[in-house]
Nanobody, 118 residues
């Protein structure tokens, strides 16, 4: 099993910054993708950003130029640096780890609240 522990959420004013961290532990396949999704009240969960173990990244259009995803493979940790935050970034942010082992395997963190006040 894989466990994902997130940290770094909180309340920030519009224009501010936050940094989320997610540490993975357990039986982790070395070739994987880690990322962040978010879910606002009444909305579906959406991809924010993802990064593969090889370093390839993917971002939602709404966060390009403001958010940066990175990872430390030695620590099995992924980070999300969020700058120039907007009220519409308010959501519960979930860490995700996925890999292919015959089929796609997904693990989720418990979620961390990010609230951006106007």
């Amino acid at each position: 099993q894989v466990q994902l522990v997130e940290s770094g959420g909180g309340l920030v004013q519009a224009g501010g910054s936050l940094r989320l961290s997610c540490a993975a532990s357990g039986r982790i396949f070395s070739i994987n993708s880690m990322g962040w999704y978010r879910q606002a009240p009444g909305k579906e969960r959406e991809l924010v950003a993802a990064i593969t173990s090889g370093g390839s990244t993917n971002y939602a259009d709404s966060v390009k130029g403001r958010f940066t995803i990175s990872r430390d493979n030695a620590k099995n940790t992924v980070y999300l640096q969020m700058n120039t935050l907007k009220p519409e970034d308010t959501a519960v942010y979930y860490c995700n780890l996925g890999y292919v082992l015959g089929t796609w395997i997904n693990y989720w963190g418990q979620g961390t609240q990010v609230t951006v006040s106007s």
